[in-house]
């Protein structure tokens, strides 16, 4: 079961304001904006009156919350599902830490209130892509809505990309629906690789190559060749970095402080 306990103010007059002017540049016609904290408890047993008050209590910070009903179109933005946020993990353990194991899960979002003249289906969805980060947020309408943050999937079955029957528009159409972000060279390199080993590649070993080839890994580029001015470098960039610690010799240790248990 769900709970829902409303949150304070998530947006001051300054970040509002803003926010209305990112608007009418846009040429969206918003004209008030009401934004605060709401938070979903995913409980696996009802509180008592008593654990009540204390989850109460330790959602509790912030600016004051106003007695008033909001108004406008709800606009309600959390983590995406199948993620967990940092604050849910942390709010999590506090309140497992005072006691309250009938929370399975706290997650917070921010619920938008969006007072508009009338704007098409098309503009709602330029609002809603203001107010959130696509890769790490999504967006709902209603605050019950937020039940799918806590809906656990069976884990889908490995599937492979027809890369022998459909040649190279199988790794295109496949680094699109799965949000790969291949390069050209990188698609052109799978494609030998594959069908020098006589097989398809399945969703794993494409999601595996395109997380060791992203920006998040710097190995790759880092010791790539290494051109300044239009002239090829002796040294990658990994052993340029490198190179002023090698004449000395020098073993280098710095302090480390532990923190107590």
Same mark, same amino acid.
């Given at each position: 079961?769900?709970?829902?306990?409303?949150?304070?103010? *998530?947006?001051?007059?300054?970040?509002?304001?803003?926010?209305?002017? /990112?608007?009418?540049? !846009?040429? $969206?016609? @918003?004209?008030?904006?009401?934004?605060?904290?709401?938070?979903?408890? %995913? $409980?696996?047993?009802?509180?008592?009156?008593?654990?009540?008050?204390?989850?109460?209590?330790?959602?509790?910070?912030?600016? !004051?919350?106003?007695? +008033?009903?909001?108004?406008?179109?709800?606009?309600?933005?959390?983590? /995406?599902?199948?993620?967990?946020?940092?604050?849910?993990?942390?709010?999590?353990?506090?309140?497992?830490?005072? #006691?309250?194991?009938?929370?399975? =899960?706290?997650?917070?979002? @921010?619920?938008?209130?969006?007072?508009?003249?009338?704007?098409?289906?098309?503009?709602?969805?330029?609002?809603?892509?203001?107010? +959130?980060? =696509?890769?790490?947020?999504?967006?709902?309408?209603?605050?019950?809505? *937020?039940?799918?943050?806590?809906? +656990?999937?069976?884990?889908?079955? @490995?599937?492979?990309? %027809? $890369?022998?029957?459909? #040649?190279?528009? *199988?790794?295109?159409? !496949?680094?699109?629906?799965?949000? $790969? *972000?291949?390069?050209? %060279?990188?698609?052109?390199?799978?494609?030998?690789?594959?069908?020098?080993?006589? /097989?398809?590649?399945?969703?794993?070993?494409?999601?595996?190559?395109?997380?060791?080839?992203?920006?998040?890994?710097?190995?790759?580029?880092?010791?790539?060749?290494?051109?300044?001015?239009?002239?090829?470098?002796?040294?990658?960039?990994?052993?340029?970095?490198?190179?002023?610690?090698?004449?000395?010799?020098?073993?280098?240790?710095?302090?480390?402080?532990?923190?107590?248990?």
């Amino acid at each position: 079961m769900m709970e829902i306990l409303r949150g304070s103010p *998530a947006l001051s007059a300054f970040r509002i304001n803003k926010l209305l002017a /990112r608007f009418q540049a !846009a040429r $969206l016609q @918003v004209h008030n904006i009401y934004a605060e904290y709401v938070h979903f408890a %995913d $409980l696996n047993a009802p509180l008592n009156d008593s654990e009540q008050a204390q989850l109460t209590r330790l959602l509790q910070y912030g600016p !004051a919350l106003s007695s +008033h009903t909001p108004t406008g179109k709800l606009l309600l933005v959390t983590p /995406r599902p199948g993620t967990i946020s940092p604050w849910s993990s942390k709010a999590t353990d506090i309140a497992h830490n005072c #006691g309250l194991q009938q929370v399975d =899960r706290l997650e917070r979002g @921010v619920a938008y209130y969006i007072e508009a003249s009338t704007l098409t289906a098309e503009q709602w969805r330029q609002v809603a892509a203001e107010l +959130h980060d =696509r890769m790490m947020e999504t967006v709902f309408s209603s605050l019950t809505d *937020a039940e799918k943050l806590f809906i +656990h999937h069976q884990p889908a079955p @490995v599937s492979s990309v %027809d $890369l022998l029957a459909e #040649g190279r528009q *199988a790794l295109i159409a !496949a680094n699109l629906r799965l949000g $790969l *972000a291949l390069a050209e %060279d990188e698609i052109d390199y799978l494609q030998a690789a594959f069908i020098k080993l006589g /097989r398809n590649p399945n969703d794993i070993e494409l999601y595996m190559f395109a997380q060791a080839n992203s920006e998040h890994c710097r190995h790759k580029i880092f010791n790539a060749d290494w051109i300044i001015d239009g002239k090829p470098q002796p040294k990658s960039l990994f052993k340029m970095i490198k190179t002023p610690s090698k004449p000395r010799r020098t073993m280098y240790s710095l302090p480390i402080k532990t923190m107590p248990r």
